[in-house]
């Protein structure tokens, strides 16, 4: 099983709002008492925060939940219930964030130290001592917490890498980044050996790095899905440099010509800016055939910038410092850019809508907060209640909606008759 995951679920919960206290105090000599109950305390939200440290997207493969800690419950002598702590979850540099249900891309966490919001944490409850006013000296009801729900989301991983090695199954990519870097991938004489990205660090003078992606080969439809193209064609998206790597010894495969045209084309197909990438084509396995075999097709088509063989080490040095050249000139170009912290902005106000079996629902949380009462049944809690929801403008958006006396109305998990004012 294969240690590098680029696509997975991810499920989040925020954690819950604590509940709001009810209690009265009592103290000796105190001829009147009052209302002391603690607020609950916020439950934690859940953030997604890009890591250079973490490689891929395996820690959500077998276990996708991510839960924040809860809210505690507010207590007496007006003491209030810690708030939850958040959640960060660590998420490698090139992971991009879909809608669930949509598709949509939600946010794109790019570099290093880029955090985004993924769930709100629930707000706490406000204890009874909250709802003391002048015309109700002993509200006997305090708040329940906010309750969070599970939020479904798809993460998908793009490779943040300064060079790509793009090429036919057994065009020698693997390798070429073993001679290149110190990366160890599985080798052997069939195609499509490679089926994940490797990754390898390549150093040149002793100080200049940059990083190099040896990615499954690609082979002519792969832009419409065929071989592992549209799986692993996303990865070389994020690459600065690109390297054509063209088999110099194909017999039965495409010829060098045609490997090169047909390479141009499937990234023409998936992103046609991709072709303005700069970019290198190096020959391989040079070694197996001199300049004059590889006919003049192939210089007819553009040529090759570079012959190398990784088993002899012929041209690779230089292959090394053009590549460094490439990479350096890349990025000067990019716009210095900080990490940045986005939050999902609070969806406002309500919306009245109808269910299938033609229950009349308001949704929204500050609707739902304002039933989020511990029990209304208490005539005192369900006089606030719709206070508030008039408030909002709740009963006017319901009349303009169409509601008529005795339909059903609910509102969260609260369900109510509608009752015409009088």
Not at 109 to 129: E, F, M, P, T, Y
Not at 284 to 306: H, I, M, N, R
């Amino acid at each position: 099983m294969s240690n590098f995951v680029d696509e997975s679920n991810l499920c989040v919960r925020a954690g819950d709002g604590g509940a709001g206290c009810v209690s009265f105090r009592r103290e000796a000599h105190v001829p009147r008492g009052g209302p002391d109950g603690g607020d609950g305390g916020d439950g934690g939200s859940v953030w997604l925060i890009a890591d250079r440290n973490v490689a891929s997207l395996l820690a959500f493969r077998d276990y996708p939940h991510r839960i924040a800690r809860s809210g505690t419950h507010g207590q007496g002598a007006k003491r209030h219930g810690k708030k939850g702590d958040d959640l960060e979850v660590r998420v490698p540099e090139g992971t991009t964030v879909h809608d669930f249900e949509t598709g949509e891309v939600l946010v794109d966490l790019v570099h290093h130290g880029d955090r985004w919001l993924a769930a709100i944490g629930g707000q706490g409850g406000r204890g009874n001592a909250r709802f003391l006013s002048n015309r109700r000296r002993a509200p006997a009801f305090a708040e329940q917490g906010e309750i969070s729900e599970n939020i479904w989301y798809r993460l998908e991983l793009r490779l943040m890498a300064d060079v790509a090695l793009v090429g036919f199954p057994s065009a020698g990519k693997s390798t070429l980044i073993s001679v290149l870097s110190r990366a160890k991938p599985k080798i052997a004489d069939y195609p499509f050996t490679t089926l994940v990205p490797n990754l390898g660090v390549v150093t040149v003078d002793g100080e200049f790095e940059f990083v190099v992606a040896d990615l499954p080969g690609l082979i002519e439809g792969a832009s419409e899905g065929r071989g592992l193209g549209l799986q692993f064609l996303r990865h070389i998206e994020r690459a600065r440099v690109l390297v054509y790597l063209i088999d110099l010894s194909s017999v039965d495969g495409p010829s060098p010509a045609r490997q090169l045209e047909i390479l141009r084309h499937e990234l023409e197909n998936y992103k046609p800016d991709l072709l303005a990438r700069p970019s290198l084509v190096a020959g391989s396995k040079c070694d197996v055939l001199t300049p004059a075999d590889w006919g003049e097709e192939l210089e007819a088509a553009g040529g090759v910038d570079l012959a190398i063989s990784s088993v002899t080490n012929t041209g690779i040095d230089t292959l090394k410092w053009r590549l460094a050249e490439l990479v350096k000139k890349a990025r000067d170009q990019e716009p210095e850019r900080e990490g940045f912290v986005i939050h999902r902005p609070e969806p406002v106000g309500f919306q009245v809508g109808r269910d299938d079996d033609g229950t009349w629902r308001v949704s929204g949380r500050a609707a739902e907060r304002a039933v989020a009462l511990s029990d209304l049944t208490d005539v005192g809690a369900l006089h606030y209640a719709q206070k508030r929801l008039e408030k909002l403008g709740v009963n006017r958006a319901l009349k303009r909606a169409g509601v008529r006396q005795g339909d059903e109305v609910r509102i969260g998990s609260f369900a109510f008759e509608y009752e015409e004012d009088r």
